[in-house]
């Protein structure tokens, strides 16, 4: 027997994504850990810097850059998306990969990138600016 849940004790981040292929349903979206932002910083780095190379590459090259870059994007998906669905919700990896389709693994992954590293990265922006404005008035 589950025991019983505070609702006022909830973290207000928790968010939720709408999956099936055949019969939606929602599924809770919870934030990361630190120590699991660290694991998964990672592998948006990766995938970012992908984007960097096909977007630094030649137009002529780009075609096949993107070939390059989509067949790395899914191997890196499919080695970890178990794993990140493992840390962001209560759900068996193994089902809901069965039931989610490629839009709604955008959708998923565009929220926990949204929960947990747009506002840490707009913070760290407005922090360095804060700390350059006051050593330079230190001067």
């Known amino acids: 027997m589950k025991p019983e849940i505070d609702e006022t004790r909830l973290n207000p981040k928790i ?15 919870f934030p990361l850990s630190l120590g699991d932002q660290f694991e998964v910083s990672d592998l948006f ?11 630094q590459s030649s137009e002529e090259d780009q075609a096949q850059t993107a070939l ?11 080695e ?3 794993k990140i669905i493992s840390l962001t919700t209560e759900e068996d990896p193994d089902i809901i990969v069965k039931e989610i389709t490629n839009d709604q ?23 360095l600016s804060n700390l350059k404005t006051k050593l330079l008035s230190e001067k």
């Open 15 to 29: 968010g939720k994504v709408t999956i099936g292929k055949k019969y939606l349903r929602d599924i809770d979206v």
């Open 45 to 55: 780095t990766e995938i970012l810097s992908m984007f960097v190379v096909l977007m």
């Open 68 to 78: 390059g870059i989509g067949t790395s994007i899914f191997r890196i998906a499919r």
């Open 80 to 82: 970890n998306l178990g």
């Open 105 to 127: 693994v955008e959708i998923f992954l565009n929220l926990i990138y949204t929960m947990n590293f747009e506002d840490v990265s707009k913070n760290l922006k407005t922090l």
